[in-house]
């Protein structure tokens, strides 16, 4: 069976919290800093997001066959970006980042 693997970089900012993931918009498990999770998926079209508190990254649409697929996921909090907190929490979809890995 194919699977689903997502791996979620080590952040400052959120680093104690996990994330939600959601697979076709059930929560199907958490994900800790630092972390990678697989999940088996059956073949077909689903989509992933991934959630902190309030904040959702966007829906991702993909397409499981025969092949593994691979997401990334990460903080959109660091560096300078950390000063524009307070700003963040007005868009709450830019403060997690989903990447096809």
């Known amino acids: 069976m194919p699977q689903l693997t997502l791996t979620r970089d080590s952040g400052l900012t959120d680093r104690r919290e996990?994330?939600?993931?959601?697979?076709?918009?059930?929560?199907?498990?958490?994900?800790?800093?630092?972390?990678?999770?697989?999940?088996?998926?059956e073949p077909g079209e689903h989509t992933l997001q991934v959630a902190l508190r309030n904040a959702k990254t966007k829906r991702i649409a993909?397409?499981?066959?025969?092949?593994?697929?691979a997401f990334s996921v990460r903080s959109n909090l660091r560096g300078w970006k950390i000063l524009l907190a307070g700003i963040f929490t007005l868009l709450p979809s830019q403060c997690i980042v989903l990447e096809k890995a």
């Open 62 to 69: 993909f397409t499981v066959e025969q092949h593994d697929v």
């Open 18 to 41: 996990n994330y939600q993931v959601l697979i076709n918009d059930k929560v199907v498990n958490t994900i800790a800093d630092g972390q990678s999770l697989s999940l088996v998926l």
